[in-house]
């Protein structure tokens, strides 16, 4: 009996290695499906449920168009949903991808240019200048716009005014200011009250990156593609900032997340320079409410820099498969053109996003009783138009694990315009 | 002198497992915390264990998800200990040149990085979905089957039989029992530890294994716990009390598994079985 | 076992003539070859379909470059690019050290352990051994918030080290390029000392005990049986777990994203988390990637090779 089974587990596996081989000749000639059917249910992915995907439920409540469908919001981790459409674009098989995806802007370039069929322009459904301007440069490929910019980066100063007032500053102190003049606020708020007045993670370039934006500068040229380190005086302004700012001895150092929303939590630093979407983890400390405002980022003091910059940010995707259509027209009745969709976001979960005929609505215009009053998304919404536009391009990642090394080099005494040589040549290297 | 070493032994053996339990203990700590001390490293325990367990079960669908885990889990791991034990066995009882020769290819299956082989695999199991659902993309049986069957059990399975008394398969024989008989009758139960240590690995390898589940598996019900827990730690503002609390859960069947299964390992086994 | 009546049988055998005698051991001999692959054949099919299959085409891969879907044939162009590529020499080298220092450190601490916890007279053994097992079931996102509280600036081990006089002033082992190695290395070694124990553990059940005794009363110490009984028993389980934590340790990824990122510069990155980056955290290059991956294999093959070399086993 036992023989039997045995046989009979090996000419199972025989089965599932035919049922393999031939399949595969299948997939050869059906893969990257490019017909339009009509499906009556959609899919579209996200990450965080109380930010993007909330986000999906209300675009879903407010849909006001007249399509019949279904649609399916999935909540994925951002990397896994990263690790998902790599592995399933470029196995060309459509089986199992979503209609709509969200997308981080600084990996959008990317995504588009390696998977040049697997994405739906929206060039003709969406009015691309009722958004910010920067979002547009990023979100678009080769006279294409193939996304629909969806929440605002825009990066802002959080800073305690129990802290500043301490050491005798006031909140326009610490307003449209230059990064030295606010290295020098630090250094008094430091001899004040004793505390820091922010985290820095050495592994972590996301200050340098919002530096160097605030006058328009990227890591990479125009083209998306050519790294633009040596001889970029933002970046080499960036990183002398950078390199006082650790000098000034006004920065508590951490090494990951946790301890970074630990340390405003706790009340250990005196601001926040991040992106806006940072504010719940903020409120989080409702102990310190009253004592927090927000201001426009500092700028790099050069000519043409302004207060505005951006951390982070994505947008919706298309993907070219079956219930396109369906999937443009939902985007389009709902983040594309619903300006009171964007009013239940800020009220409700505080989203704020970059259709710009939105800001006009009353929830942009509410008080923060956190932030003492101030009408906090107004503010933020008019950074946001000020952002300069830059074209992220392909390679923000992978140059910034190449600078982070150049950091510590510079940090160590390293010449810098040695240091950004040696970045130059490496990221040459490996980017080809 | 006898003495002397007992207090160093015992000495030593409990610095090693405080040593080991500390990060453990903080974890179950934390479920009692809120976030922000979770997130400033409190280490005493607190009173937000209520919140947090009705949080986590109000955002998230914990109880699916321990469900599928534990599927593929259990038929993983009974599928693993099956096929490696006889193949172990097949390739060192009855081994032949040929055979040593197909084992040592097998090896190699083992050294490669999973992510190097994953995207083929998963346009392999891609172009059967239409045809066997049961095992495309989307399916618990997709996860299972590239788990099943490793080299790594089988090298371990053999590596064992290499201290497995021979002349007991000689005596089987003998007996008048059938060559799987053998296997079954006298192998399987002489080599119980070695199927304990085996269904311990095997067990937790698949509880834990998060990076096929995520590219294979798409609709959220049939999510196993990584996945789960990876949407929770990937929000802007992660609640560290409430992720704490699902690691938690999702960390005590493979303890409890470690837990039944040790106590197999009971010095002098083998003697029992040949008296 | 029960004793079957088969003796008895054979005694009673009736005459049988020369050729249907040796036909029946010519057919037995041919079943039971047949029959040992039988045992193997399910798994060999299996892994030859999810592994082997996979494992050609990405070896295909390694010979082709380029962006996401747009792949195309370069030849020898990604194994020239690995030795101009610092990234990549930094994982080697960062690799190489885990490997040389990590697995020799873990086995001997699994081997220690496991005879220590199968000492019969031993108290609390279950307590122990739950204990130094925990490490590899406590979630990798516990530990490495722990690991970097412990090794921070104002973490426990500073605070212990200075006030033991030890250093002068506090050291940010996280950021420091050698320091984070070792830590790396401690991590590494706490996660998987009590996963390998288990297997020493489940192999020294299978070893008669009257050796053992035979031993004491020839008057050998707990040392000499230790290395003259024990390790020449277990040396195929030793072998196994040599070779499997060399490979775990050439493929370690999940200990280095968790508490250094790779960091501080490329200090400690690995080659898994390069592969990786080229894949996922990069724009993806799936062929490069594939090209990195299969230099773990040739390291493995290599190591094996050497590892089963010294073991004596015979090939």
């Not at chain 1, 719940?280 to 980022?297: F, R």
């Not at chain 3, 601490?109 to 130094?132: E, H, M, T, W």
């Amino acid at each position: 009996m036992k023989k039997f089974n045995l046989m009979f587990l090996a000419a199972a596996s025989m089965a599932a290695l035919a049922a393999c081989s031939s399949g595969d000749e299948e997939a050869s000639g059906g893969s990257g499906s490019e017909g339009s059917a009509d499906v009556d249910e959609i899919t579209a992915w996200a990450w965080d449920p109380a930010f993007n995907i909330a986000a999906l439920e209300n675009a879903k409540e407010a849909y006001n168009g007249d399509g019949d469908y279904e649609v399916n919001i999935i909540e994925n981790a951002q990397d896994d949903i990263i690790q998902k459409l790599n592995t399933g674009l470029s196995s060309g098989t459509t089986n199992g991808m979503p209609n709509i995806v969200l997308i981080e802007d600084y990996r959008a370039q990317s995504f588009l240019q390696a998977y040049p069929d697997a994405f739906h322009p929206l060039t003709d459904v969406i009015n691309a200048e009722d958004f910010a301007d920067y979002k547009i440069a990023t979100t678009s490929f080769e006279d294409e716009q193939y996304g629909l910019p969806f929440d605002s980066g825009v990066a802002a100063l959080y800073v305690r005014t129990d802290y500043l007032e301490e050491a005798g500053y006031s909140v326009e102190d610490v307003t449209d200011i230059t990064w030295q003049e606010y290295i020098e606020i630090g250094k008094d708020v430091k001899e004040a009250t004793g505390k820091n007045m922010l985290t820095l993670d050495p592994n972590d370039l996301a200050q340098v990156r919002m530096m160097i934006q605030t006058n328009g500068s990227w890591y990479v040229e125009e083209d998306g593609s050519t790294p633009n380190i040596a001889g970029n005086e933002t970046l080499e302004k960036g990183f002398e900032t950078y390199k006082e700012l650790m000098d000034a001895d006004i920065a508590k150092i951490v090494s990951d997340w946790s301890q970074f929303v630990g340390a405003f939590n706790s009340g250990d630093v005196a601001s926040v320079p991040t992106g806006n979407w940072i504010t719940p983890s903020v409120k989080q400390a409702a102990d310190q409410s009253g004592n927090w405002a927000v201001v426009p980022m500092p700028r790099l003091d050069m000519e043409g820099a302004v207060n505005a910059s951006n951390l982070g940010g994505s947008s919706w995707y298309v993907l070219n498969v079956d219930g396109k259509e369906q999937a443009a027209d939902f985007l389009l009745n709902t983040f594309g053109s619903n300006p009171d969709l964007y009013q239940t976001l800020v009220e409700d979960i505080g989203a704020l996003g970059t259709y710009s005929p939105a800001a006009e609505g009353d929830a942009y215009a509410v008080e923060d009783e956190f932030f003492g009053g101030q009408q906090l998304l107004s503010d933020l919404s008019t950074w946001t138009d000020e952002i300069p536009a830059v074209n992220y391009g392909l390679h923000t990642y992978a140059i910034e694990d190449i600078l982070v090394t150049g950091m510590q080099d510079y940090l160590n005494g390293a010449e810098l315009d040695t240091v950004l040589e040696n970045v130059q040549g490496q990221a040459e290297a490996q980017l080809k | 002198m006898n003495r002397l070493k007992r207090i160093f032994i015992y000495t030593f053996l409990s610095v090693a497992a405080i040593v080991s339990i500390f990060p453990f203990l903080w974890m179950l700590t934390s479920i009692t915390n809120k976030s922000v001390d979770v997130t400033q490293g409190r280490l005493l325990p607190g009173t937000h264990l209520i919140e947090n367990l009705k949080t986590l079960f109000a955002t998230v669908d914990i109880v699916p998800a321990l469900i599928n885990s534990s599927i593929i889990a259990i038929i993983t791991t009974f599928l693993t200990l099956l096929l490696a034990s006889l193949a172990g066995y097949g390739f060192e009882i009855h081994r032949s040149k040929g055979k040593d020769i197909v084992f040592t290819i097998l090896l190699l299956s083992m050294m490669i990085p999973f992510a190097a082989i994953m995207i083929p695999l998963y346009r392999m199991f891609g172009s059967i979905s239409e045809t066997a659902p049961l095992i495309g993309i989307d399916s618990l049986g997709a996860v299972i089957l590239p788990t099943a069957t490793t080299a790594f059990f089988i090298f371990f399975f053999r590596q064992n039989t290499k201290m497995f008394p021979k002349d007991l398969v000689e005596a089987g024989r003998i007996d008048g029992l059938s060559e799987i008989g053998v296997f079954f009758r006298i192998y399987m139960p002489t080599m119980k530890t070695t199927y304990a240590a085996a269904a311990i690995i095997a067990f937790m390898n698949s509880w834990n294994n998060y990076l096929w589940p995520l590219v294979i598996l798409q609709s959220p019900e049939k999510r196993t716990i990584p996945l789960l827990i990876s949407n929770l730690g990937s929000s802007y503002s992660p609640d560290y009390g409430v992720i704490m609390s699902a690691i938690v859960i999702a960390t005590l069947p493979t303890a409890l598994v470690f837990f039944l299964m040790q106590k197999h390992f009971v010095a002098g086994m083998m003697g029992s079985v040949k008296g | 076992m029960s004793q079957l009546g088969t003796k008895k049988a054979e005694v009673d055998l009736p005459v049988r003539t020369k050729y249907e005698e040796s036909r029946r051991q010519k057919t037995g001999v041919f079943f039971k070859k047949k029959v040992g692959w039988l045992f193997v054949i399910v798994s060999v099919i299996a892994i030859t379909i999810f592994n082997f299959y996979p494992m050609v085409q990405a070896f295909l891969l390694s010979f082709q470059s380029g962006m996401g879907a747009n792949l195309e044939y370069v030849g020898l162009d990604n194994w020239r690019r690995l030795f101009g590529d610092p990234t990549f020499i930094a994982a080697l080298t960062n690799t190489t050290i885990y490997l040389l220092i990590q697995v020799p450190l873990m086995i001997i601490l699994a081997l220690f352990f496991s005879v220590l916890l199968n000492d019969p007279k031993l108290k609390f053994k279950s307590f122990f051994r739950i204990a130094i097992f925990l490490p590899c079931v406590t979630s990798l996102v516990a530990y490495s918030v722990v690991f970097k509280y412990l090794f921070g600036i104002d973490g426990i081990v500073n605070q212990f080290l200075l006030n033991f006089g030890f250093i002068s002033e506090t050291v940010n082992f996280l950021a420091d390029p050698f320091w984070a190695k070792v830590v790396i290395i401690l991590a590494i070694t706490w996660r998987w000392t009590g996963y390998n124990m288990i297997f020493y553990l489940a192999a020294l059940q299978n070893v008669d005990k009257s050796i053992y005794e035979a031993a004491r009363i020839d008057g050998a110490s707990s040392f000499q049986q230790f290395f003259q009984i024990t390790v020449p028993m277990l040396k195929p389980i030793i072998l196994f777990t040599s070779i499997t934590s060399t490979i775990g340790t050439l493929q370690i990824f999940d200990e280095i994203v968790n508490i250094t990122n790779g960091g501080p510069g490329n200090a400690t990155i690995s080659i898994s988390q390069y592969i990786y980056n080229l894949s996922f955290e990069y724009s993806p290059d799936f062929g490069y990637a594939s090209t990195v991956s299969y230099v773990i294999v040739i390291l493995v093959v290599i190591l094996s090779i050497i590892q089963f070399r010294v073991a004596g086993e015979k090939k």
